[in-house]
């Protein structure tokens, strides 16, 4: 596992998102470093320079769970304060479920915690969506996602940076397909110039790790929500019960898949909603300031660490 770090004192890991990298975090790490922290952000499993192994069933929640778990271990912390950003935040919640006494607080953005589900995720996505083709749903299938999106690694990039952001367009994006895929997940013409909180020195280092690695490791996350699920079939009813921060972007379109008020019976210690005006799905780099402030604030409110 590569990992980013900076600073010394409590532990903080910051887990990413798709399609995204440790690098996601560039301007968490030295906030957190400055107010007393041990900020690690790690490229997770199948993405950047951490091992990418072959089976799709390698990256189920007990694969990754373990990664962090063994992170810790590796770095002689029993416990730390788990941030993550969408799958991430996904993760994190997960980790709290299975291993309460390794968290010592979690902040979750754009992605909030959902209880296990009557149906399998896949059914359940089916349901919701009779006439148009979820974008998780036209991940499951090996191969064809993975090649479309590596095809031009550049606009992949610029296109999921722009139309899931703040900046985007009212109704663009790829959350939704027609039923017949036709053209699937690519688009003609040049990739659209970033967002203006993306410098091209930064689209450059994703563009160039995406470019070596391929999706598949990060496509092969959503390829186990089934899996997931029945792993969870002892989670029915559970809740988690350690202090906890949600923040996203008022206009991440992930809220309105999965509202934040979903969780309010289910999260017992959530000290609060942050939500950004104005910003979209990639709230941390969107909204460094903000999401920065935030986060310094929860570890303060918990008591962990110094005062900040």
């Known amino acids: 596992m ?3 770090e900076q600073g010394e004192g409590p532990l903080v890991v910051l887990c990413h998102g798709f399609p995204e990298l440790w690098y996601s975090w560039r301007q968490q790490l030295p906030a957190l470093a400055v107010a007393g922290y041990h900020a690690v952000a790690p490229d997770q499993r199948g993405y950047g320079r951490t091992d990418r192994p072959d089976p799709v069933e390698a990256y189920d929640i007990v694969h990754l769970t373990d990664d962090l778990i063994g992170l810790l271990d590796a770095l002689g912390e029993e416990r730390a304060v788990f941030v993550g950003h969408d799958w991430g935040a996904a993760l ?8 309460p006494d390794r968290v010592a607080g979690l902040v979750a953005m754009s992605v909030a915690y959902l209880p296990r589900t009557p149906i399998a995720p896949t059914q359940l996505l089916e ?26 690694v550049r606009r992949t990039m610029s296109r999921a940076f722009i139309e899931l952001s703040g900046d985007a367009p009212r109704g663009s994006g790829w959350l939704l397909l027609t039923r017949d895929v036709a053209g699937g997940l690519e688009s003609p013409g040049d990739p659209p110039a970033p967002p203006p909180w993306l410098t091209s020195e930064d689209l450059e280092y994703f563009v160039v790790e995406f470019s070596r690695t391929g999706f598949t490791g990060g496509l092969n996350w959503y390829r186990n929500i089934d899996r997931n699920w029945e792993l969870a079939a002892g989670q029915g009813g559970a809740k988690v019960d350690v202090p906890a921060l949600f923040v996203a972007g008022e206009r991440d379109a992930v809220l309105r898949m999965t509202p934040p008020e979903i969780m309010d019976d ?39 660490g110094r005062s900040v």
């Open 92 to 99: 994190v919640w997960q980790l709290a479920l299975m291993h």
């Open 127 to 152: 349901a919701a969506f009779p006439d148009r083709l979820m974008y998780i749903l036209y991940f499951q299938e090996p191969g064809r996602a993975d090649q479309e999106l590596g095809r031009d």
């Open 266 to 304: 289910w999260v017992l210690d959530l000290r609060g909603k942050v939500i950004v005006p104005g910003a979209g799905h990639w709230i941390q780099q969107e909204r460094p300031e903000e999401v920065n402030a935030a986060m310094l604030r929860f570890l303060k409110e918990i008591g962990y």
């Open 2 to 4: 590569h990992v980013a």
